[in-house]
């Protein structure tokens, strides 16, 4: 088979998902593989693409391989998913079997993998593997005895001539675009302040949405537009950052400026995003893979956070995982999430002032949303690589994790640990065995029925 290679790394040639193609090229000398550096030509393809899309249509198999950045691709990656739907190409990819192939720490691996077969699928594809590599699994022999298996597997499958049936559902049609009416009466702020950042082109409902939103909090908001914020450039994955925390672009466009000042000193952080196929767009998301320049610490401890989305929601289970994700590993809370799907102005009126109202009273009252799996899960798995392989070169993640006491391993719970080894020896006696299993339910509510007993005799107590 004759494959292409669309590697999604800012890096290029140094992409290390790129290595994982050519051990599989290795492998399995008999196809004929192709690489394109996608992500890092996308400026290029911006002005030709034909000669991609040429390559595209001689190919039997195509892989997308693609590192992730914050929970998907890299924005250059998504600018080119862009492109080819803006200028109708997707019909050079119908009928052809796709792989999958991402490289990460495992962190939200699976959002990135839902949304590329999603896209991939809405061109007409079937996507015949999925592999999700950890970044240095190819140094492993167990690891590459993997990768050679799924090869196998996926390129005779791919070349069956059987597409496999779709797994994600088409994307609907939208086409409402809300029209503020006359505004409301002010929230009452409270003294805070908001900051509001959308990537609606002024004219466009998302747009108005956040100047809605602006117009309820008055002078104590202010709204950033990321279409005329100026933005050199997406990240480059070169990890300067994390030696200081410096991103390599330094204080030569505005982004800096907006999570390092301006998102700081904000009470409330309005994200208003507009849905660009299965997420936002490309250019929101380079502004959103530029936050790495604080890497794997949180940034918006104690702020309360409010999404406006302009279209369809409710239909991408994958990107609502995405907004809860962010937040949770932000630190931040999510008050309110409003969409247009009512299709109604006065109900979006009602959602945004509640949402505003919402978000100050969460602040009033200091209210923090316990974390998911996906803020405990993502936290462990942040505190484990920083501790361990990461530790360099993501110096400042292990100075603030130290500082914030991060690093919270079980095994240093030494009370816990001399409980259960006591308990474990117990149980193999039969008699306390039978006595522990028959109180087992009681046990398990004992230590919460002290402290419901201790309010109810203190009420003080908090």
Known sequence: MKILVLGG?????????????????????????????????????????????????????VVFAFPLYVCLVHAAYKRFFELVEE???????????????????HWHDHTALEYVRGMAEDWGMGVCGVYSAGMDDLVKASE?????????????????????RRETAPRPDWDYVYAPQAGPARVDPRGLRALIVT??????????????????????????????????????????????????????????????????RADIVVWAYGIRDRYWSARAKTFIDRRFLD??????????????????????????????????????????LVTDEPRDTAAIDRAIRGAAECAVECHQ????????????????????E????????????????????????????????????????????PAIRRAILVDMKRHMV?????VLESIRTSPGTP
């Open 87 to 105: 200028r109708a190409l997707s019909s050079a990819f119908a009928g052809k079997p796709a792989l999958l192939l991402a490289t990460s720490i």
């Open 446 to 450: 004992r230590p919460l029925d002290r």
């Open 9 to 61: 790394s800012p890096k290029g040639e140094a992409s290390i998902t790129l290595r994982y193609t050519r051990f599989l090229g290795m492998r399995f000398p008999e196809h004929r593989f192709e690489e394109v550096y996608v992500a890092a030509s996308v400026r290029s393809l911006e002005k030709n693409l034909g000669e991609l899309i040429a390559k595209v249509r001689e190919a039997d198999l």
């Open 199 to 264: 990537d609606g082109a002024p004219g466009s409902g998302i747009r108005a949405m956040a100047e809605r939103f602006g117009e309820l909090f008055g002078g104590d908001s202010e709204l950033v537009d990321l279409n005329a914020l100026p933005m050199k450039g997406g990240c480059q994955g070169c990890i300067q950052c994390g030696l200081d925390n410096r991103c390599t672009y330094g204080d030569s466009d505005g982004v800096q400026a907006v999570y390092r000042e301006k998102l700081r």
């Open 386 to 429: 920083i501790w361990g392989k990461l530790r360099f070169p993501f110096v400042a993640d292990h100075r603030y994790y130290k500082a914030h006491h991060f690093y919270d391993f079980p095994q240093k719970e030494w009370g816990a640990r001399l409980k259960t080894t006591l308990l474990r020896a117990l149980v193999h006696i």
């Open 144 to 164: 590459r005895n993997r990768l050679e298996a799924f090869g196998r597997l996926a390129f005779r499958r791919a070349a069956s001539g059987e597409l496999p």
């Open 295 to 336: 890497t794997h610490q949180p940034n918006a401890v104690g702020k309360q956070v409010v999404y406006l989305v302009s279209g369809p929601l409710s239909a991408h289970a994958n990107l609502r995982q995405i907004i809860s994700t962010m937040e949770e590993f932000s630190g931040g809370n999510l008050a309110a």
């Open 365 to 384: 009252v200091g209210y923090q949303a316990p974390r998911t799996f996906a803020g405990v899960g993502g936290a462990k798995v942040f505190r484990d």
